[in-house]
């Protein structure tokens, strides 16, 4: 039922080529390499995003720890009656990044041991005020007394009585 061609071959128009069905499942095929080309891409530009937020993630959990360290390292301090807060607070957080297990309050205790100057006595205005008349009484022992005391305790006010003393007035 073909026509015939100038060569004589039979020429069917009811059925393709299986050249044709050839080039069909080619193009298919080249049609999902590129879609699984493109998804690769895709793939990998979605892990690369997912790495960056997970070092953000990282670098805000990094943030929130030392702030509340920061906070609680604070509260010690002022709990145990620090005179500079902020060298306090630095020695501190030296003395805790050099600890196996981080302990805030074992470290603000370390701390008042071996610098007790940064803390203001216990006995804090036992001694009177200031202006008092006591300050004078005593002479050289008593003098003797009130310079170990402001120098231990590091609080200003017996240091102004210490050298009020010493002025004789």
Not at 77 to 82: H, I, S, V
Not at 127 to 133: D, E, K, L, N, V
Request: hydrophobic share 35%.
């Amino acid at each position: 039922m073909g026509i015939k061609g100038v060569g004589g071959d039979p020429i069917d128009q009811g059925e393709p080529e299986v050249v044709e069905i050839d080039r069909v499942e080619l193009s298919e095929e080249v049609i999902w390499k590129t879609r699984a080309a493109e998804a690769e891409e895709k793939l990998a530009e979605c892990e690369a995003r997912v790495s960056g937020l997970e070092r953000e993630l990282a670098e805000a959990n990094e943030a929130v720890v030392s702030t509340q360290r920061r906070g609680d390292i604070e509260r010690e301090l002022t709990a145990a009656r620090a005179v500079d807060l902020e060298t306090a607070c630095l020695l501190t957080e030296a003395t805790i990044s050099e600890m196996d297990d981080p302990d805030v309050a074992v470290a603000v205790r370390e701390l008042k041991a071996r610098k007790p100057f940064l803390f203001s006595c216990a006995t804090h205005g036992t001694r009177g005020s200031a202006m008092s008349s006591q300050a004078g009484n005593g002479g050289g022992e008593g003098l003797g007394r009130m310079a170990s005391s402001a120098r231990s305790s590091g609080d200003r006010n017996e240091l102004l009585r210490y050298l009020r003393a010493r002025r004789g007035g």
